[in-house]
């Protein structure tokens, strides 16, 4: 692996890692789905250009339209709105973590729908990711009673089951199709969708919008966190084996927990540092033995965050 290789992941992770915070941080600031479909959409329109550029095209053909919008429902609202609406209630770092649950609901989703066997090691894999999830929720089994925190909590394990379903639903209608075009499609479909809603039931304040610093975060937001980035894990995994490249971001939950303790001040406590743990290696487990015709499964379920 070369120079080159190695600096374009390890800025995707440094990238990836530190978006969580980020994405906590303009909570504060911007209306949650005004910001995400805006988030979206920027980025669309940020690969659209990139294909303009490579002289590819853009516009779907008329029977590609139903399968792209049920992806877009899949991705925008199942995952990004759910995501967004659940982590005013969750530190970024545990977000991370309980977000990228998704390679663990993948291995169940393709034993049955995609046929894929459920292997011992996949089955190791699933068991030590849900101890990890008991681990990282145990304070509220203690004391069970429904409160925002562990509300959100499971909206966000919700948003990695839709991401993974997501991952399945391309693998089997889109494998072979311009991932570029099919990722500028999902999310511009499914943004204006939430846009046309967040104009409806949002408030819209202009000052807000009219900060030069809100404009610089929501744009580095949605234009490097998920237009560039896309691209630079696109031209990753064209120079390397698609495995090696995608095990070698599972350190961005990681990043996210060390970000958001040390930079937003979000508490480490011992039983989310075990279930991450324990997740990470469950996600690790699972993957270990997955053959090379799986290798695009893997890396369609990368280019969503």
């Known amino acids: 692996m070369n120079i080159r290789v190695v600096s374009a992941i390890s800025l995707l992770c440094l990238v990836w890692g530190s978006l969580w915070g980020l994405v906590k941080h303009s909570l504060q600031v911007f209306p949650p ?99 990890g999830l008991i681990a990282i929720l145990w304070p509220q089994l203690l004391h069970l009673s429904w409160n925002l925190s562990l509300a959100g909590e499971l909206l966000l394990i919700g948003s990695g089951f839709f991401w993974a379903l997501s991952t399945i639903y391309i693998k089997r209608n889109f494998a072979n199709y311009d991932k570029v075009k099919l990722t500028i499609w999902q999310l511009l479909i499914g943004g204006i969708a939430i846009l046309i809603g967040a104009l409806i039931f949002e408030p819209v304040d202009l000052t807000v919008w009219k900060n030069p610093l809100n404009q610089s975060l929501l744009l580095y937001i949605a234009v490097v966190g998920t237009g ?20 070698s971001i599972m350190c961005i939950p990681v990043l996210s927990l060390c970000f958001g303790a040390f930079i937003w001040h979000e508490p480490l406590t011992m039983n989310i540092l075990i279930g991450a743990a324990l997740i990470c290696s469950g996600i690790v487990m699972s993957s270990l033995k997955l053959k090379a015709k799986n290798s695009d499964l893997t890396y369609c379920s990368k280019h969503l965050d």
């Open 33 to 131: 789905f005004l910001f995400t479909s805006l988030r979206l959409i920027l980025a669309a329109v940020t690969l659209m250009l990139l294909q303009l550029i490579l002289k590819k095209t853009i516009l779907p053909k008329p029977s590609e339209w139903k399968p792209l919008v049920i992806l877009s429902a899949m991705v925008c609202l199942g995952f990004y709105a759910t995501q967004i609406f659940a982590m005013q209630f969750v530190d970024s770092g545990l977000s991370a973590v309980l977000v990228f649950t998704m390679p663990i609901f993948i291995g169940v989703l393709a034993h049955y729908v995609l046929h894929e066997r459920l292997n011992r090691q996949k089955i190791l894999g699933l068991i030590l990711g849900t101890l």
């Open 228 to 247: 560039f980035a896309f691209a630079l894990w696109n031209w990753i995994v064209s120079q390397i084996d698609t495995f090696i490249a995608s095990i």
